[in-house]
């Protein structure tokens, strides 16, 4: 059976680069990290110590994930719900989707091709 996986933030890893320096890696098994994945933190130390320093030590990266499709509808709706969270108004997701759905056919996409999310 595979040990199971975790995530590190930036701030740990930095920390573990750092203590790791002149020490014989050996001593880092004790606290169930992998030697691979030290060596690799310890060449990534400058891109590591950069993030640290600009408060953007989140797990994830910057624009990872899954993108918009169609990132201008996303944007009048993102306005829409701010717009109707100033006025005091709940944006509901119904609210939301149908809202998405009556304004594609204005940035001419077709119906066929977008489908507000259900989740």
């Known amino acids: 059976m595979s040990a199971k996986r975790k995530r590190y933030s930036v701030e740990y890893k930095k920390g573990i680069v750092e203590e790791s320096h002149n020490k014989n890696l050996m001593a880092f098994c004790k606290k169930m990290l992998n030697l691979q994945m030290v060596r690799k933190w310890q060449a990534e130390y400058e891109n590591l110590s950069r993030r640290v320093e600009e408060k953007s030590a989140k797990k994830r990266k910057c624009g990872s994930g899954q993108q ?16 109707r969270r100033t006025k005091g108004l709940v944006a509901r997701r119904v609210d939301i989707q149908e809202f998405a759905l009556a304004m594609a056919p204005q940035l001419d996409i077709l119906p066929e091709i977008f489908e507000a999310s259900h989740h």
């Not at 918009?68 to 717009?83: M, Q, V």
């Open 68 to 83: 918009p499709l169609f990132s201008e509808l996303e944007d009048i709706t993102s306005r829409w719900i701010a717009d």
